[in-house]
């Protein structure tokens, strides 16, 4: 059973940065495409960045291009997202979440495979 823990979320101040990892147990990290998905209060689930299997492309959703890095570690079996430049519209829960597909997926139904989350909230 292929399993997620996020870690890293925290309170940071607008304009600041902070750093999410993602480690997976029960599978071959490899195997998967990872992406990071975040929900604020009272809102959906909404995609934030994906990167493919062997890490060569990612791709974000406009309102983090340019200040978010998804990255990954297949030997450490990890996914990180680096944030920087924070503002009170990224405050939320962090998900991690892995699919086995090569195209593109930025719908969260997509994904059959999550973590619990990690809190990020940002104080202007």
């Known amino acids: 059973q292929l399993e997620f823990v996020e870690s890293g979320g925290g309170l940071v101040q607008a304009g600041d940065s902070l750093s999410l990892s993602c480690v997976a147990s029960?599978?071959?990290?490899?195997?998967?495409?990872m992406a990071w998905f975040r929900q604020a209060p009272g809102k959906e689930r909404e995609f934030v960045a994906r990167?493919?299997?062997?890490?060569?492309?990612?791709y974000y959703s406009d309102s983090v291009k340019g200040r978010f890095t998804i990255s990954r570690d297949n030997a450490k079996n990890t996914a990180y997202l680096q944030m920087t430049s924070l503002n009170t519209g990224d405050a939320g829960v962090y998900f991690c979440?892995?699919?086995?597909?090569?195209?593109?997926?930025?719908?969260?139904?997509?994904?059959?495979?999550w973590g619990q989350g990690t809190q990020v909230t940002v104080d202007s």
């Open positions: 990167i493919s299997r062997n890490g060569g492309s990612t």
């Open positions: 029960g599978g071959t990290l490899s195997r998967y495409a």
């Open positions: 979440a892995a699919d086995e597909r090569i195209l593109l997926q930025t719908a969260a139904s997509a994904y059959p495979y």
